[in-house]
């Protein structure tokens, strides 16, 4: 039986979408470093075919200053920030903000209704 139901957001996060992921090695943890132009190249292939098949869904790119923070890197990320932005229906906003605004428009009563059995009753 799944427990009772709380109104969370979960922001899901990809491993392919963080910079550390592509551009640091650590032994058993990664395989190999990417080049600034390849990590574009992903990103900016993830991010279209999200644009195109998920609307309304969260791009969710994960940064650490230690990875990004290279001159050549940042102007990639430039690059793949203006190809989001040249996007009909992009929006730049915080997490905190997008989890709100899905929140409202996703009720968790509504939901529920749908799915009775993960509002705690019994299943077989």
């Known amino acids: 039986m799944f427990g009772t139901s709380v109104d969370v957001v979960e922001l899901p996060f990809y491993w392919g979408l963080s910079d550390f992921a592509h551009f640091e090695f650590v032994t058993g943890?990664?395989?190999?470093?990417s080049t600034a132009a390849q990590?574009?190249?992903i990103w900016q292939g993830e991010?279209?075919?999200a644009h195109e098949h998920c609307p309304g869904g969260l791009y969710n790119l994960a940064l650490h200053p230690q990875s990004?923070?290279?001159?050549?890197r940042l102007v990639m990320l430039e690059a793949l920030i203006?190809?989001?932005?040249?996007?009909p229906g992009v929006v730049f906003e915080p997490m905190g903000t997008y989890a709100e605004r899905w929140r409202a428009e996703h009720p968790l009563e509504a939901?529920?209704?749908t799915k009775p059995v993960h509002?705690?009753?019994p299943h077989e």
């Not at 943890?29 to 470093?33: D, L």
């Not at 990004?68 to 050549?72: A, D, K, S």
Request: aromatic share 14%; no cysteine.
């Open 29 to 33: 943890f990664t395989v190999a470093q």
């Open 39 to 41: 990590v574009l190249e």
């Open 47 to 49: 991010f279209d075919y």
């Open 68 to 72: 990004i923070g290279r001159g050549h």
């Open 82 to 87: 203006e190809h989001m932005r040249e996007r």
């Open 111 to 113: 939901w529920l209704a």
């Open 119 to 121: 509002g705690g009753a």
